[in-house]
């Protein structure tokens, strides 16, 4: 089992940055891909970025490059989501996921662990 907790979300203007934080327990963080979707209201969760076990691979959704930016500490089982020039578009519940095959997946079927999520809100 692998528990995650996302933690830095919050209120900001457009343009503005927030970084998100997923912090992990249980099994070695190590051996997992992470990955970050979101929600917005009424709309199905979207993957956003992911990233390899070992950092060297990563993806990310067309709408989110150039902006956002996925890192991980794995002797701090930490991901982390750096987001910048945040648009009203961006509101959604941030979700972070661990996915089992280590190589980074934009695809939801393949994440087994999930964070509770933590609201992001953009105003214009």
């Known amino acids: 089992q692998v528990q995650l907790v996302e933690s830095g979300g919050g209120l900001v203007q457009a343009g503005g940055s927030l970084r998100l934080s997923c912090a992990a327990s249980?099994?070695?963080?190590?051996?997992?891909?992470m990955g970050w979707f979101r929600q917005a209201p009424g709309q199905d969760r979207e993957f956003v970025a992911t990233?390899?076990?070992?950092?060297?691979?990563?993806y990310y959704t067309d709408s989110v490059k150039g902006r956002f930016t996925i890192s991980r500490d794995n002797a701090k089982k930490t991901v982390y989501l750096q987001m910048n020039s945040l648009k009203p578009d961006d509101t959604a519940v941030y979700y972070c996921?661990?996915?089992?095959?280590?190589?980074?997946?934009?695809?939801?079927?393949?994440?087994?662990?999930w964070g509770q999520g933590t609201q992001v809100t953009v105003s214009s």
């Open positions: 996921a661990a996915e089992w095959s280590g190589g980074g997946a934009p695809k939801e079927s393949f994440y087994i662990y």
């Open positions: 249980g099994r070695t963080f190590s051996d997992y891909g």
């Open positions: 990233m390899s076990w070992s950092g060297g691979a990563t």
